[in-house]
């Protein structure tokens, strides 16, 4: 399975921005998917995960009720709608896949395959 991050940028605080995690080489509804943030010498952070099917999402506090996770098995896409960003919100984002059950776990050695990332950079 590979995975292709797409959709960063710079983007003023309180703005909104739309990432795209496109899968290809694998059953896309096979996976559970995770979206996870990571600026220079900090740990990785879970933001967000999805799964299989899409009926079942998780958060990190941090992002709980500013961002939203979605797919489109169809296309073999999810989504991170991210709205009222913040500085704090920096990062290169991540998104990842793990086969099996579904968890709503958003820790990062659960996932074991990652794409290559994009930059999110909120100004303030």
């Known amino acids: 399975l590979q995975l292709v991050e797409s959709g960063g940028g710079l983007v003023q605080a309180g703005g909104s921005l739309r990432l795209s995690c496109t899968a290809s080489?694998?059953?896309?509804?096979?996976?559970?998917i995770g979206w996870f943030r990571q600026e220079p010498g900090k740990v990785r952070e879970g933001v967000a995960c999805?799964?299989?099917?899409?009926?079942?999402?998780n958060y990190g506090d941090s992002v709980q009720d500013r961002f939203t996770i979605s797919r489109d098995n169809s296309k073999n896409v999810v989504y991170l709608e991210m709205s009222d960003l913040k500085p704090e919100d920096t990062g290169t984002y991540y998104c990842?896949?793990?086969?099996?059950?579904?968890?709503?776990?958003?820790?990062?050695?659960?996932?074991?395959?990652w794409g290559q990332g994009t930059q999110v950079t909120v100004s303030s």
């Open positions: 080489g694998a059953t896309f509804e096979h996976y559970a």
């Open positions: 990842a896949a793990r086969g099996g059950n579904w968890y709503p776990w958003l820790v990062p050695e659960r996932y074991d395959y």
């Open positions: 999805i799964s299989h099917r899409g009926g079942n999402t």
